[in-house]
């Protein structure tokens, strides 16, 4: 069935760059998303790729698409403590016709000063 | 606009006792669902709607029972609480597929629920 897997944990300094993966198996999916959840908080839409994009680029984030590998990343530039979160990776399904969303488990971001 | 709303936000329960959870949402979308987050497990789907009077089931629906009598609200019920549903639940809702963002879920702030 389709699946979705991150990396649980993440650490950086702030300044430096964050790079989250993501695998996915479900070779039929048309859009890659990137949800932010912050502590207490529900998940709010971060940035997201259409499947025929190889790389979408936004403000600090850049989100890279390898399609034959299933790997999505997303780097978020000269990362900041404001960026601590925890964040999870998602993919739709045009064959499936519900809007479902298969979410990763999620990777914790922890940004040191 | 408020968006994705769930009513309580937090609850504790005693096993065996029953409570039902709110999600209303004011952007006229089709779909509507109910996850639960536990540590280490991401989102898994609970229930769904793709319509109001609709429902399906998602990945874990065991011990949980939904309905969709208006549009707007999607009501998650627990007919005899178990701790193993101690978690926390997420209401997220979208509009009919082909958006721009595709299917872009809106999340409510979530419900933390213990049960003792």
């Known amino acids: 069935g389709e699946d979705v897997e991150q990396s649980l944990f993440l650490s950086v300094r702030e300044g430096d760059s964050s790079v989250i993966n993501c695998t996915y198996t479900?070779?039929?999916?048309?859009?890659l998303y990137w949800y932010k959840q912050e502590p207490g908080a529900g998940l709010q839409l971060l940035t997201y790729?259409?499947?025929?994009?190889d790389m979408k680029q936004d403000q600090r984030l850049t989100v890279l698409l390898n399609k034959k590998d299933k790997h999505l990343s997303l780097r978020i530039a000269d990362t900041q403590t404001g960026d601590s979160a925890i964040y999870f990776c998602?993919?739709?399904?045009?064959?499936?016709?519900?809007?479902?969303?298969?979410f990763g488990q999620g990777t914790t971001l922890q940004v040191k000063p | 606009n408020a968006g994705v709303t769930q009513t309580p936000k937090f609850r504790v329960l005693k096993t065996g006792q029953s409570m039902t959870l709110l999600c209303a949402q004011d952007?006229?979308?089709?779909?509507m669902y109910w996850y639960r987050q536990d540590p280490g497990m991401g989102l898994r789907l609970i229930h769904y709607?793709?319509?109001?009077?609709?429902?399906a089931k998602g990945e874990v629906p065991d011990g949980y029972n939904v309905s969709r009598l208006k549009k707007q609200n999607f009501l998650l019920g627990l007919e005899s609480a178990a701790p193993s549903q101690t978690s926390v639940y997420f209401c997220?809702?979208?509009?009919?597929?082909?958006?721009?963002?595709?299917?872009?879920?809106?999340f409510g702030p979530g419900t933390r629920l213990t049960v003792l």
């Open positions: 997220a809702s979208s509009s009919t597929f082909g958006g721009s963002a595709g299917d872009e879920q809106f």
């Open positions: 479900d070779s039929s999916s048309t859009y």
């Open positions: 790729i259409f499947s025929n994009m």
């Open positions: 998602a993919e739709s399904s045009i064959s499936s016709n519900t809007g479902k969303l298969i």
């Open positions: 952007m006229n979308h089709e779909y």
């Open positions: 709607s793709v319509g109001e009077g609709t429902t």
